[in-house]
Structures are given as C-alpha cells and as structure tokens.
C-alpha cells in the first residue's frame, strides 16, 4: 500500500496500482469504530497512561528512557537505552522465541543500541504492557542483566493510582 504511488497512478490514469486489501479496510473501519466508541479524550489519556507505565516500569528495571527528559517522550512508543553489557538482537530474539513478545529495535545512529517498545492503538493496554514487561525484564535476567526491581510491580501500582 504505496500511498505516493497510488496518487501518482490515480493521477494520471485515474487507476489503482494494486488490489486494495479487504482485510486492511475492514480492520482500518474497526479501528476507527473503536476509536469513535472511546473518544478522543478516554484514547489519549490510555495512551498517557500506558506510556507512563511503560517508562516507569523500565526505570524500575534499570533501563534509562530515550529521550532521558519525561517531556520528550511519545505516548505512543516507549524507546530505551539498551543495557551495555547486552546484545540488542540477542535480547529482541530471545524475547521473541521465548516469550512471544515481539519489541523493535532502531535504525541511523541508534541502531543496536535503543529498543523499542510499542504502545499504540490496540497495544495501549494495561495487560500488553505488563506482558512486554515482563518478557524484558525476563529475558534480560537469562542473559545475565541484574534489574534494580520489578518493572511489572511499579507499573501495576502506577496503574492501581490512576484506577482511584
């Protein structure tokens, strides 16, 4: 789904370069079903939450936030700074193979050394992330990172102040 060539095509030849994916459409009017049931404020403000969670979870860990600054950071994807003494892929496949969670790891500059923890859309919830919490700091302890604590028990509690 090239967006750039399909204006180009649409354009010129009022065509579509490819078979538009049915799934894609109908997942993409599910989403924005679930978005409208929700609303704009309740999103954002799981969106806030979760990221939050996420960040102090991986404090508590021992894993330092990218950017370091809590004002810079995206509530929609939490970065980290990879622990020195560990091998960013080794640590993305060992959470993918053994626990089946999948996170990302960077390009340019940060490449092998910032990991990526989704917390978009259908992934902005508490149980997702205690889960990737939890294949971290598990996968981390198998290649021999000692956490300072447990990042899933600082975002529980995180979790348990914004419920009351």
């Known amino acids: 789904m090239n967006l750039w060539q399909w204006n180009e095509w649409w354009k010129k030849n009022k065509l579509f370069p490819y078979t538009p994916s049915i799934s ?11 978005y409208m049931e929700e ?15 996420a960040i102090a979870g991986c404090r508590a860990i021992g894993l330092t936030p990218y950017p370091k600054t809590d004002q810079d950071h995206s509530p929609t994807v ?42 978009m859309g259908y ?15 598990s996968a981390l302890k198998d290649l021999g990172f000692k956490p300072n604590s447990s990042g899933v028990e600082k975002a529980k509690a995180l979790f348990a102040q914004s419920n009351s």
């Open 39 to 53: 609303g704009l404020e309740r999103a954002i403000e799981r969106h806030r939450i979760i990221s939050n969670a």
């Open 123 to 137: 992934n902005a919830q508490q149980q997702k992330i205690l889960t990737v919490l939890w294949a971290l700091e």
């Open 24 to 34: 894609d459409i109908y997942a993409l009017d599910e989403a924005l079903d679930m």
């Open 78 to 119: 939490t970065a980290i700074i990879k622990p020195p003494t560990i091998d960013e892929h080794k640590l993305r496949m060992l959470m993918e193979n053994r626990y089946s969670v999948m996170i990302a790891g960077s390009w340019g500059k940060l490449a092998g050394n910032v990991l990526r923890l989704g917390n």
